[in-house]
């Protein structure tokens, strides 16, 4: 009988370690799946590395140009425009300014998922937009 608790008490811990640490676990962003955490990381490493190659850009020849552009003169080292339902873009706003955004398209109707809109400017600081 002391050995049926004893399973009994091991196995009421092993579900609340469960319950509070691995099925909570804290996501990326709010409102996103665990699972999202992953490839909203290689998007911002994306998107970083696409400002770096822009910044490059706009010291050497001082003018913002396209993501095609980027890529088609061996500037920036990704050769995708976009990564698991993301696609970039990347927005002149005239001088030594520039916008690189993250876009996904919205989640089917009623779902919980949620797919958050990111960017980096000339400040070189991920954030999410609206």
Do not use: W
Not at 28 to 46: C, E, H, K, P, W
Not at 59 to 70: F, K, T
């Amino acid at each position: 009988m002391r050995a049926l608790a004893l399973v009994l008490v091991a196995a009421l811990i092993l579900f609340a370690v469960y319950e509070f640490y691995l099925k909570r676990m804290p996501t990326s962003d709010a409102g996103t799946a665990t699972t999202q955490a992953i490839n909203l990381t290689g998007v911002r490493m994306d998107l970083l590395q696409i400002a770096e190659a822009e910044r490059g850009n706009l010291a050497l020849n001082s003018n913002c140009v396209s993501l095609d552009e980027l890529i088609s003169s061996a500037s920036l080292k990704v050769s995708r425009s976009g990564r698991e339902g993301y696609t970039y873009e990347v927005n002149c706003t005239g001088g030594a300014e520039f916008q690189v955004v993250a876009r996904h398209a919205p989640a089917p109707e009623g779902s919980q998922i949620r797919y958050p809109t990111l960017a980096i400017d000339s400040s070189m600081q991920v954030r999410e937009v609206q």
